[in-house]
């Protein structure tokens, strides 16, 4: 696991503590219900886990290019600058998800199950009233 994806993993476990379920079922339960909240986290969190992949791809580009042992020419300096854009751009957007998953998540709470009703007292048995004149 790499440095970022840290972020990615902690939402993940938010939304599992959430809903109280591992992330795999709440995948499959999403897929076959109408779209609603878990869809959208779900979603969100791919959105996030993209990102985290993309930073981890361009970082390590960008690790090869600017390598001491290579020489670095115009061409060569061309594609460093594009591949640190592209790295800024993801750690941006990995940042916008981050921030968003988590101002959502932070306003929902888990409701517990509902209880399961006793057994209501039988209504009061009507008490005779006296004959009135």
Do not use: K, N, W
């Amino acid at each position: 696991m790499s440095e970022s994806d840290t972020t990615a993993v902690a939402v993940a476990a938010r939304i599992e503590d959430l809903y109280g379920r591992p992330l795999a079922d709440l995948r499959t339960r999403a897929a076959d219900s109408p779209p609603g909240m878990l869809s959208a986290l779900l979603g969100a969190l791919s959105d996030l886990e993209f990102a985290e992949r993309r930073i981890d791809f361009e970082r390590d580009r960008l690790r090869q290019l600017s390598h001491p042992e290579r020489t670095v020419g115009r061409a060569e300096a061309g594609h460093i600058l594009d591949c640190a854009r592209r790295l800024a751009d993801s750690v941006t957007v990995r940042d916008t998800q981050a921030q968003t998953l988590t101002a959502v998540l932070s306003s929902l709470h888990r409701v517990p199950a509902p209880e399961q009703p006793a057994v209501p007292a039988p209504p009061p048995l009507p008490v005779p009233t006296a004959p009135t004149r």
